[in-house]
């Protein structure tokens, strides 16, 4: 073949052994042998699996470093509780031995007294303003001392609320009782009324969730009125309802160590892996005033020391007892949960590495490899400019006589 | 019978055919590396011998002309291969602009999914938090940024290319007109025996620049050449060249018309003008589809598990992201409906404290969408495409810039200028004019002799 001009092939292998050396050199400097998804389309694509896959494992390890410190928030608590719960056992079982005078007994009734506070204070624990007892409802402290009667901040005597009064569709009233430990909640609809409330009320009455006498009644003032007519039932009642107003509880009508749960039976949960969730929360209901009702025991044994017989306060002492074996058997769960969060960081550690070496594997340059290739690219570079410079000067008019 | 004059005008023939030679080397010389230039080559041809009496005595040479050295197969290889290559280097360039939108970083939209995500994870630890609310909202808001980025690079280029169009269009247009005024020259010149080496080799060079803009088929013809684009349409017939026209479509981009008016953008299928037009109107409304498919239903999703829950004040959830009602544009219109964290519908039942409903929403991680895929996945799959384009382009740019060496290397092994055989040339005819001198010396001198013979014998 005849040859004219070997420029064009020359400038040809110097742009493809430049870009060779751009290419090797980019990869020892940058360690990735994928720099862009025409490097090589099929990693890319899943690298952007595996990058959001780790950042999924990033946001359950911090979720666990979140949560623990609340769970172990909990366990206190709950350790206190049972504190506080053994402690009341001690002076149930001294008050029972028919030597304690009643005096003696009226003493020990008050530091019952105090425990339950512990154990209520212990129960409205907060860990960074996270309600840790209040199930899913963790905004708010979730036992609150309960009163006999609660009133409506609408409705006076010259505008009062009536029966016949309707209600905001879309809006909810609570009432939580002490005494049973439930909530009864009202949503009301288009067409409901205060009537229709009530008769809810009647409902949740015969139905169990709150404590006999426990109704709605419009008083003197015009205003709504919820009171169970008891000395010694307390509920809390609550109302986002503009037509009644704010409910807040009668003055003078807060019932002696009653208090209602107004937190929900729900648990928030938080993901900790990809199929792994974990209660972060306790529904205090179920803690302390459904099953054992230990706040129930706690004041049956307050009423016992402060009135009963030898009898009634072993009764009451054994209530106790019961309650604190409950109390423990709920920790169980939480203990799990807690030790569960320290295996899974372990698995989580192990994942990372997994992805990390993927994704390694996926775009990272071997850099042996790079460092050979480099190398390679260098010499073949040299070569071309080398020939390149021998060459193109080469021509028959070097050799004739000037 | 041979005479001294003859003698003498044989030699000056010669000089004659030797400088002639000297001439078209120095040109070939001269246009060594003017781009186009076929090499040139004196024909010489024995001149017509005497028969005196029975004996045959040579005349000469006699230098008939110049002649280009071409070959035309290969040169229209050459021009195929740079239709290729034009249109796979417009593509190239395009998608090389594109892919860095798609390339992950800390803002791309797989990396700001990942962080909505991880906010919404936060969140659930500490629903009420309002620093991990402003955290999803921030999240949310990056997101709807990188659709944007993503979006508004596929549509500027869609932008760019389109004026690319025009002025390809344009070029085309002035390239016809020259191709066509060259065509009667070619042709007189042939037609009065001459040949048109020179301005072959411009009308040459002029159909290569066309060939880098689209797609054309070259035929000879009496008249010069006749070129026609891809599917038929004449751009060149003799001196006439018929002027292509843009217009604008119904789509808003420039559409392509023949002289006669008829729409044939959709059969513009290389050159820059096809590449660009391929580029325009098929890849990077597909790249736009796949992306604003996902923005919608990644967006609808969220707001669908967004609607379950209730946020902090127990209001039922609002749309997280705002929806427009076409999926056409959607990734460059999302935006966010919601901008404060209380908004959020951490909720499942309307409890204050709730994170029941943040599960829903972390839950679109995973899920599939209508289009089949999780979201991960479907952007994934949209990485994958615009990395598969672009090396494809790459793969087909290099090739053909092989492949088209090889064809130059044919061409220039051909009508190519080698300054060592011009070299060579130029002793050879050097000596032959140098030769021929000295018989036109020589030849003098016999005259000088013969007309001495007379006086010497006077004398």
Sequence with gaps: MRVTNMVPDIQYAMQQSQQALSAALQQVSTGLRVNQPSDDPSASANMVISLAASASVDQYTSNIDSVSPLMQTADSAISAMVTSLSAAITLGTAGATGTASTTNKQDMAAQVEGDLSSLIAQANTSFQGVYVFGGSATAT?????????????????GSPLSPATALTPGSVTTISDATTGDTMTFKA??????????????NAVAAGTLSAGTSATINAGGQLTIGTNSGTNGIVVSS??????????????QVANAYAYVGDSN???????????????????????????????????????????????????????????????????????ISQLSDQESYLGQDKITLTTQQTSLVGANLADAATNLSQAELINSAVLAAAAKVVPETLLSYLPQ | MASLSTSLLTAVQSLDAATGALQVTNNNIANANTPGYSRQVAVFQEAAPTDDGGISTGNGVVLEGFQSVRDELVQTQIQQETQAQSGANA?????????????????????????????????????????????????????????????????????????????????????????????????????????????????????????????????????????????????????????????TGSNGMQQVLDQNGTNITASLTSGDLGGTIQMRDQTIPGLLSQLDTLANQFGSAINAAQAKGFDQSGNAGKNFFSISPTVAGFAGDISMAITDPSQIAASSGGTAGSNGNLANLIAVQTAALPAGQTPGNAYANLVYTVGSLTSNATAESSATASSLLQLNDQLSSVSGVSIDEESANLITFQTAYEAAARVVTTVQSLFTITLAMGTAAAE
């Excluded at chain 1, 609809?189 to 009647?202: F, Q």
């Excluded at chain 2, 808001?141 to 932008?159: G, I, R, V």
């Excluded at chain 2, 020179?198 to 066309?210: A, F, P």
């Design chain 1, 141 to 157: 402290p979730p036992f609150v001392a309960a009163s006999s009667t609660y009133t409506s901040a609408q409705g006076s005597a």
């Design chain 1, 189 to 202: 609809v288009a067409g409901d009324t205060i009537a229709t409330l009530s008769t809810a009320i009647t």
């Design chain 1, 240 to 253: 986002n309802d503009a037509t009644l107003g704010s409910m807040t509880a009668t003055s003078g009508s």
């Design chain 1, 267 to 337: 648990v928030n949960t938080v993901q900790v892996g990809n199929s792994t969730s974990v209660a972060t929360t306790v529904a205090g209901s179920q803690l302390l005033t459904s099953g054992a009702n230990v706040i129930g025991s706690l004041n049956g044994l307050i009423t016992a020391l402060q009135s009963g017989t030898s009898a009634q306060i072993t009764t009451a002492t054994t209530a106790v007892t019961t309650a604190l074996n409950y109390v423990g058997q709920q920790r169980i769960p939480l203990d799990n949960t």
């Design chain 2, 91 to 247: 593509q190239l360039a395009s998608l090389q602009q594109i892919q860095p939108a798609f390339t992950t970083s800390t803002q791309d939209i797989g990396t700001e999914m990942s962080a909505l995500f991880s906010s919404l994870s936060s969140l659930s630890t500490d629903p009420t938090s309002s620093a991990d609310g402003e955290a999803v909202i921030t999240a949310g808001q990056n997101l709807t940024t990188a659709f944007h980025t993503a979006s508004n690079t596929l549509t500027s280029q869609q932008s760019g290319l389109n004026t690319q169009v025009t002025q390809d269009v344009s070029q085309i247009n002035q390239l016809t007109q020259q191709i066509a005024a060259l065509n009667p020259k070619i042709a007189e010149l042939n037609a009065s025996g001459q040949i048109g080496g020179t301005l072959q080799d411009q009308q040459n060079q002029l159909v290569l620049s066309l060939s880098e803009l689209t797609s054309v088929s070259v035929t000879q013809t009496s008249d010069g050449i006749t070129l026609a684009t891809g599917n038929g349409t004449p751009l060149v017939m003799g001196a006439q060249s018929f002027t292509l026209q843009t217009t």
